[in-house]
Structure formats: structure tokens, C-alpha cells
């Protein structure tokens, strides 16, 4: 066995493996039609579930397409096709969809249970890299996800195919999830454990603080309020008149009226520098969207009200990081 000259570093070879497979990724877009639009719609009518189906490298890409669909909104397992003819036909119905994946489109252990699904009357979503194949024929709708060559050298080993058909099912994924309107809510339900879940989850009432808010009155001298503003360690003071929120200090609310009046500062009032409409959330408000308007308006705090405007708590930028 000879050892190839090392023209090209191990780098090099990775750059043309990623291109190649960034290609073939691309090339999928002018294969969409409308078998990929009433791929999607079959899937929305299904009462039952979109069983997986695939063998070899097409079906550990297809357990991975179950996974997400499942994820997303979409009912979804995956099956081996070698288990069919061993007593897992029984749990297909006329009620599912089936997406069998295999590249060539003429996998015999996929092919061979084909007429079993056609006398239940499963409707069939076949994917493969070959639109004249025998699944391409039998399928109900077939997505063609045909690549021109594989990443390997050698063309061979299944590189290119099998990112274009991970590619193509989440496709199908985000497209269900558009037109299922799926929300962040919803995709915490499917994830309930570790931090993508609490985080979705989690809302204002979970992470506000309640206890030794720097209160103020409107007319307070900002001397005065200075030292209440300090002892609350929020960089704010709420300004509250009635029990009702009347506006809000920062810190650099502050630091901004000190050189603008000098001297006359201790003579202003809360008043001459509050923000009268600042920005307030429910208790039930997620700490994603609260993140989402931190973000938007570039503030570290919001106010956190009931429906007659009075404070209840304040959530700051720490308090989203769960």
C-alpha cells in the first residue's frame, strides 16, 4: 500500500468536502415542485402519525427526520423496514403517512413492503436521489433529492445524498412548523427539559424581583433619590404616584442631568428627568419576549405591572439569563 503525495494539506481536502456538499445543497432548490407542496399538505391532513422509514445511512438520516418532525408539531417515528416483516406493519393505519428514504429508490427491503402499505391504503411520501425508480413510481409523492456526485473521492461512500435528504426533511420540518403556525410555546411543550425548555417557558412573575424596589415619588429631589436609587442595585428608580407608575429614573438619567444643570441639580426634581411611559410587561410575560424587547428598545430593565398599572416587580437583564 502506497501513501499518496501530499499535494493538498487535510485542510484543503475538507474545503472541497464542504463545498461540495454546500453544492449539492443548493442544487435541491430547482428540484422542489409540487409534489413537495402536496407532500406537506398530506402531512398536514394526517390524522396519525408520518412513520420514518429507511435503511442504512437513509435510515439513521431518517430517525433523525422523525426526531424533528416529532420536535415540531408533526407526530413522527422512525421504523426499520427489516422490523415491518416482523409484526411492525401492525402499528401502520390508513390514518398515517409514510416517508420512505432511500437514495437509489430501489432499496429491496424498502421496495418489498410497499404493496403491504398499498392494500391498507397508507399513503407513501417517498425521497430519494432517483425521480424513475421504483419507489419514485409506487410513492403517492415523491421528493426528488438527486445529487450530481458525492463529497467522498471516490464517489461512493454516501456523503453529498445524505445531507441532501437531512437537508430536505428539515424542510419539510420548517414548512409544517410555518404552516402549522407553530410558536415558541409550542416548541417549549416538545422540550420541556434543560435550558431551551425553562427559558421558553419561564415568564415575569418566575424571575422578578418583588422585595426592596427602589420606589420614588415624582417630587422627590434627585438628591434624595440618588441614595434610594443606589440602596435598590437596579440602576432605576420607579417613580410611583397613587400606587400607580408615573415614570422611571436610571443611572444614566442621573448622570446626564448632573452636567446638564450642575450646580442647580439638587434643586430638580424626579419629575424634570423621568421617563413617563416606560416600558411594562404582564406577569405572565415569557422571559424570551421580555429579551425581545430589551433588545429592540436597548434597555437592561422592564417594569412588571397588573392591569391597573401598578408595580408588582422589575425583571432586568441577569433575571432572563435562567
Known amino acids: 500500500m502506497t501513501v499518496k503525495t501530499m499535494t493538498k494539506t487535510v485542510r484543503d481536502y475538507a474545503i472541497q468536502c464542504i463545498k461540495d456538499e454546500a453544492e449539492a445543497l ?6 422542489l415542485d409540487d409534489n413537495f407542496d402536496r407532500s406537506v399538505e398530506l402531512i398536514l391532513s394526517c390524522r396519525g402519525k408520518v412513520i420514518v422509514t429507511g435503511v ?21 417515528f422512525f421504523i426499520n423496514p427489516l422490523d415491518v416483516y416482523h409484526g411492525d406493519l401492525g402499528v401502520m393505519t390508513p390514518d398515517d403517512v409514510v416517508l420512505a428514504i432511500s437514495n437509489s429508490g430501489q432499496t429491496d427491503e424498502l421496495l418489498r413492503f410497499i404493496p403491504m402499505l398499498q392494500h391498507k391504503r397508507v399513503p407513501i411520501i417517498g425521497m430519494s436521489g ?15 433529492v438527486s445529487v450530481k456526485k458525492e463529497a467522498c473521492p471516490l464517489n461512493l461512500a454516501p ?9 430536505m426533511g428539515d ?24 435550558e431551551l425548555g425553562k427559558r421558553l ?16 415619588s415624582p417630587g422627590m429631589h434627585l438628591g434624595e ?20 407608575i408615573a415614570g422611571l429614573i436610571t443611572d444614566g438619567d442621573i448622570r446626564r442631568a448632573m452636567e446638564k444643570w450642575q450646580a442647580q441639580f439638587f434643586d430638580r426634581t424626579v419629575a424634570d428627568i423621568m421617563t413617563t411611559s416606560p416600558k411594562t ?32 416587580g422589575v425583571v432586568d437583564h441577569y433575571s432572563c439569563m435562567v
Open 26 to 31: 443548493l442544487d435541491l432548490i430547482p428540484q
Open 56 to 76: 442504512g445511512k437513509s435510515g439513521h438520516v431518517g430517525a433523525k427526520i422523525a426526531a424533528t418532525l416529532s420536535s415540531t408539531g408533526t407526530p413522527s
Open 130 to 144: 432517483n425521480p424513475k425508480s421504483l419507489l419514485a413510481k409506487y410513492a403517492t409523492y415523491h421528493i426528488n
Open 159 to 167: 456523503t453529498s445524498s445524505t445531507t441532501a435528504t437531512l437537508a
Open 171 to 194: 424542510a419539510l420540518a420548517v414548512a409544517l412548523m410555518e404552516r402549522r403556525d407553530f410558536k415558541p410555546s409550542d416548541f417549549a411543550k416538545f422540550h420541556p427539559g434543560g
Open 201 to 216: 417557558l419561564t415568564t415575569a412573575q418566575d424571575v422578578m424581583r418583588t422585595s426592596d424596589l427602589p420606589v420614588i
Open 225 to 244: 433619590a440618588i441614595i434610594l436609587v443606589s440602596k435598590g442595585k437596579l440602576g432605576l428608580g420607579v417613580a410611583v404616584t397613587d400606587g400607580k
Open 281 to 312: 410587561v404582564s406577569p405572565q410575560t415569557r422571559i424570551t419576549e421580555i429579551q425581545d424587547i430589551m433588545n429592540k428598545y436597548k434597555i437592561h430593565t422592564v417594569l412588571v405591572t397588573d392591569g391597573d398599572s401598578r408595580l408588582l
